[in-house]
T-cell receptor, first 115, second 114 residues
Framework: KAGVTQTPRYLIKTRGQQVTLSCSPI?????VSWYQQTPGQGLQFLFE???????NKGNFPGRFSGRQFSNSRSEMNVSTLELGDSALYLC??????????????FGSGTRLTVV | AQSVTQLDSQVPVFEEAPVELRCNYS??????LFWYVQYPNQGLQLLLK??????LVKGINGFEAEFNKSQTSFHLRKPSVHISDTAEYFC????????????FGDGTTLTVKP
């Protein structure tokens, strides 16, 4: 079956702009989590969506937001971009319910560069 | 709050030698533990997971890990590494079922030399 698909793979934006990243989870997975990966901070949890509702949230400013659609696809948005937002943004999907631990299946990520 | 400490940021090793990547965690409740591998410019791939039961967990590519509750450790081992094992390895912990949130360590870069 198809894996987790993230688009676009690479993105260059200017400071102050906003950006939207997309993630399509594995079919049947209802949980989508987003992580930011940087050399200095490592992998940091942004938020998780399950059945169109934000279920968990990390410690990021309100400029970072997300949503999930009825088909479980998710988008994250970053407004008023700063240089420090340059990172690899990883999306991970999991079943999200029942006796299933959060065994993430990750996408290949979107590499965002802010100039 | 949960936290993960990977004790070595870089581990160089020769091909066919054994390797151990160390991971300690901190949590006030029962946890689920994971090891992921990341190759350059790619996402993370699950190597193995501990949910319950046997404390020795076997994963893909010949890796295994042992959960030690008293020492709050989950070290990753492989008896004989290959050049292709060169990658970054992440230990992760999750505190709850159904929660799509994991806390990751800072990663260990494994470099296998010929």
């Amino acid at each position: 079956k198809a894996g987790v698909t993230q688009t676009p793979r690479y993105l260059i934006k200017t400071r102050g702009q906003q950006v939207t990243l997309s993630c399509s989870p594995i079919s049947g997975h209802r949980s989508v989590s987003w992580y930011q990966q940087t050399p200095g901070q490592g992998l940091q949890f942004l938020f998780e969506y399950f059945s169109e509702t934000q279920r968990n949230k990390g410690n990021f400013p309100g400029r970072f937001s997300g949503r999930q659609f009825s088909n479980s696809r998710s988008e994250m948005n970053v407004s008023t971009l700063e240089l420090g937002d340059s990172a690899l943004y990883l999306c991970a999907s999991s079943l999200g319910w029942g006796q299933s631990a959060p065994v993430h299946t990750f996408g290949s990520g979107t590499r965002l560069t802010v100039v | 709050a949960q936290s993960v400490t990977q004790l070595d940021s870089q581990v160089p090793v020769f091909e066919e030698a054994p390797v151990e990547l160390r991971c300690n965690y901190s949590s006030s409740v029962s946890v689920y533990l994971f090891w992921y591998v990341q190759y350059p410019n790619q996402g993370l791939q699950l190597l193995l997971k501990y949910l319950s039961g046997s404390t020795l967990v076997k994963g893909i590519n010949g890796f295994e890990a042992e959960f030690n509750k008293s020492q709050t450790s989950f070290h990753l081992r492989k008896p004989s590494v290959h050049i292709s094992d060169t990658a970054e390895y992440f230990c992760a912990v999750s505190e709850g079922l159904n929660a799509g949130k994991s806390t990751f360590g800072d990663g260990t870069t494994l470099t296998v030399k010929p």
